[in-house]
């Protein structure tokens, strides 16, 4: 199973059924602050929803397919991130996450993206990593931008977002262009 212990205050670990109830737990305490930007909120309604979205993840790592990684910050589950669809055949993945209101803000997700990059070229020999971000959504473009990552335009209404379309601002790194420094946090 994948474990990743970033620093002393944040761990990544896969998400298992074990999980199940502290993830349905910050989903619903973050729901209208999700909402914003996440199209998945009104599909994840109950704990059952949950359960289907684990199982989900856990067959799609079964199939070394990606995964999904819950953050835990300071012991408590902050949010997720993981790799949707790794294709092998071209070397390259795409990063998803979302944090919980009162963990952001501290750095939490620039570090767990940060290592979840290092894995993609250390552990997985991908080629290239991509971070697709709505345009509009400072937070989250800030992730690539503070780990160097090139801005690569913007796919034009990309995502139906419960009433509206919003257009994505696609991020990529190279395995060539990545430094597996400190600078960047």
């Not at 109950?46 to 819950?70: H, M």
């Amino acid at each position: 199973m994948f474990k990743r212990i970033i620093d002393e205050e944040i761990e990544l670990k896969i998400l298992e059924y074990r999980h199940i109830e502290e993830d349905y737990l910050l989903i619903d305490n973050n729901r209208s602050y999700l909402r914003r930007w996440l199209p998945w909120l009104d599909n994840t309604t109950r704990v059952e929803d949950v359960n289907k979205f684990i199982k989900s993840s856990l067959q799609q790592f079964a199939n070394n397919e990606g995964f999904t990684a819950g953050i835990w910050y300071r012991g408590d589950f902050a949010g997720a991130i993981g790799y949707h669809e790794v294709n092998w055949l071209h070397k390259k993945v795409s990063i998803g996450y979302w944090l919980g209101y009162e963990f952001t803000d501290l750095g939490i997700m620039t570090r767990a993206c940060k290592s979840m990059v290092d894995y993609a070229f250390s552990e997985l020999g991908l080629h290239r990593v991509e971070i697709r971000c709505a345009e509009g959504n400072v937070k989250s473009m800030g992730i690539p931008e503070r780990l160097g990552f090139k801005n690569e335009g913007i796919l034009r209404e990309a995502e139906w977002l419960y009433d509206h379309y919003v257009s994505h601002v696609v991020y990529s790194m190279l395995d060539i262009e990545w430094k597996r420094t400190d600078e960047f946090i």
